[in-house]
């Protein structure tokens, strides 16, 4: 049984290995319907249970379409209105769920439930967002980059603005896949040190944006203000050197590729130019979830790597 907390769960082979799947199966089904079943459908007759305790768009549906492309089926449970969320333990609800579906994804805030429920499950476990990491989303952006011609290693990463979970798997990819990471945050906004000394020397935060996006292949942000966090004055004051502006973006190399995990607050975090410019591969990436995370799934249940 394999859960994907982290990267580190698979490791270099392993994340290697869903990439490649990952592309060929998506080339596989060019010009299929969305809701047509992959042709092997490699998990027929499997339930994949989805936990949201926080609000989801492409979570939530590329997951749901992610297995139904595989050939199984879902189930999706917001906290809200199950047992979870009025008082029953992580622990027993990993057990209850194990029992009636083959595999757990979890989107929530607390790191340390998601290591509960794998602890307690008998099924894999998949982390669709902790407050400490987002794996699921960086394997689509690794997708999204080898789809635009770049190999991994070597490759140098930009990334402007908060210090989050995006980013702490930003570079726990790095150390793994051997790309680098320059992360550009203000004081009291970069990433905890023990993600960036984890990295082997592949990532590293400094002050000045320009440094950052000076010759890099890739630039990335995020949005400034997470889900239930209140709309900080302060933290937006802090931030606004960091926007991803052309300027910045001249900076980069001339084929350089801009990415965002999504949603987007023009104005904010990048201005409407760059994210909507022909720099941008947000859609790219937001679709390769799907592709990524039937990978993951495969991966999960043994069929790859």
Known sequence: ?????????????????????????????????????????????????????????????????????????SIVLDAGTMQLGRGESVADTARILSGYADAIMIRTDDHAKLEEMAHHATVPVINGLTDASHPCQIMADLLTIVEAGKALPGLKVAWLGDGNNVLASIVEAAGLMHFDVVAACPPGFAPEEEAIVAASGRARVVADPREAAEGADIVVTDTWISMGQAHADAKLAALGPYQVTPDLMALAKPDAKFLHCLPAHRGEEVTADVIDGPQSLIWAEAENRLHAQKSVLRWCFGQIG
């Open 1 to 73: 049984m394999r859960h994907f907390l982290n990267l580190t769960d698979a490791g270099a082979h392993g994340i290697a290995a869903m990439l490649a799947d990952a592309h060929d199966r998506k080339a596989a089904r060019a010009g299929f319907p969305k809701g047509r079943a992959d042709a092997d459908a490699p998990l027929a007759g499997h339930a994949l249970a989805m936990v949201f305790e926080k609000n989801s768009t492409r979570t939530r549906v590329s997951f749901d379409m992610a297995i139904r492309q595989l050939g199984g089926s």
